[in-house]
Nanobody
Framework: QVQLVESGGGLVQPGGSLRLSCAAS????????MRWHRQAPGKQRELVAG?????DTMYGDSVKGRFAISNDKNTVYLQMNSLKPEDTAVYYC?????????WGQGTQVTVSS
């Protein structure tokens, strides 16, 4: 059974940092592309960052230079720096390989003073 469990969300002031974690079980993280998405109230889900099975990374335009994705064995991380109020959303971990796609339950990130 595949499980993705996110953690690390919370309330942070603008300009602050958070690190999200996604612990994957039931899959080998190195054979899947791992992605972070986010969804703010009233908005569509947005791809934030991804890391391929070979370690290649990609970022959405709105987070380039501020966020960094990395992985270690079966855990993928999202380091978020210089956070802005518009980064407020539920952040979801996603594992993809071919036609298979698995999602975590999400973790809330709120950026507010």
């Amino acid at each position: 059974q595949v499980q993705l469990v996110e953690s690390g969300g919370g309330l942070v002031q603008p300009g602050g940092s958070l690190r999200l974690s996604c612990a994957a079980s039931g899959i080998s993280g190195r054979t899947y592309s791992m992605r972070w998405h986010r969804q703010a109230p009233g908005k569509q889900r947005e791809l934030v960052a991804g890391i391929g099975a070979l370690g290649d990374t990609m970022y959405g335009d709105s987070v380039k230079g501020r966020f960094a994705i990395s992985n270690d064995k079966n855990t993928v991380y999202l380091q978020m720096n210089s956070l802005k109020p518009e980064d407020t959303a539920v952040y979801y971990c996603n594992a993809v390989r071919s036609t298979m796609s698995y999602w975590g339950q999400g973790t809330q990130v709120t950026v507010s003073s």
